[in-house]
């Protein structure tokens, strides 16, 4: 059966050569399939589109008016695959990817490199948030993939884990004879406390863990930003809780010192989630491919 689509794109072509047959050639029909599917196309819509000569056909007034605009539908038509074809191939779309502002800075920047290099022409959107404000944005659809915290208590997301991170306590030089031996917890929270805000995935964790051990938190200072943490620590304004991964240029140049703990607080890890119920596109599939290879 013909489509109304298809009879558009006969239609097209006969008022493009003027003759049925010609048109015939073309489209690989038959002349009197095509004759057909002109008189079908004029039954359907009660209207004389082509006058009939000897010579050929011509367009009706009212075909001419038709032509145009079957013109330009099936030009937007081909631009549209052709948009497809780009987004498939990564010629061209964008990537949609929200962050912490800590994880974008210590962790994310060489991926974005990478893709970038092998992919110049998809363009980057990035959202920065907490962990769980980037799980509601995720869900509303505002980003297509989220790089976060680990453990996240959601079964609507996927969750990938990519690099492990260690959760440390870092002091300056005034309380550098914590780092000469492992500590006790208890003997670390009795110090004047430097965290992250409560609402911080990365806060709740170390809280959590904690409380698991049958003991409280009580933060001198609750931080907005990780590198404030660092800052905090290293003018010797107490014990701050860090992630020794990103803490790592403070560690290196003797600006920090880590206070090793007799239990450390167990490892976990920071990856990439997306909404199980959505299908990535083939730009976000990719990105995460490069995250996974590491």
Known sequence: MVSKLDLYKIFLKVG????FSHAAKELFMTQPAVSQAMLQLERELDTRLFHRTPKGVTLTNEGSLLFEYVHSAINLIGVGEQKILAFKNLTMGELKIGVGDTISRYYLLPFLEK????????????????????????????????I?????????LEQIPCSHIHDVFVCGSEYKHLSVEPQELTDILKQPLIFLEPK???????????????LQL??????????LLLEFAKINLGVACVIKEFAAEYLDKRQLYEIPLLAPIPKRSIGVCYLRSVQLSLAA??????IEQG
């Open 218 to 227: 009580a933060p001198e200072f609750e931080l907005g930003s990780h590198d």
């Open 115 to 146: 893709f970038h290099n092998q992919y110049p022409n998809i363009k980057f959107k990035i959202v920065n948030a907490t962990t769980l404000e980037l799980c509601s944005i995720l869900k509303s659809g505002g980003i297509d993939i989220a």
């Open 285 to 290: 599939t990719k990105f995460v491919e490069i």
């Open 200 to 214: 911080s995935n990365s806060r709740k964790y170390v809280e959590n863990y904690i409380a698991s051990q049958g």
């Open 148 to 156: 976060c915290n680990f453990p996240l208590d959601d079964p609507s």
């Open 16 to 19: 493009q050569c003027e003759s």
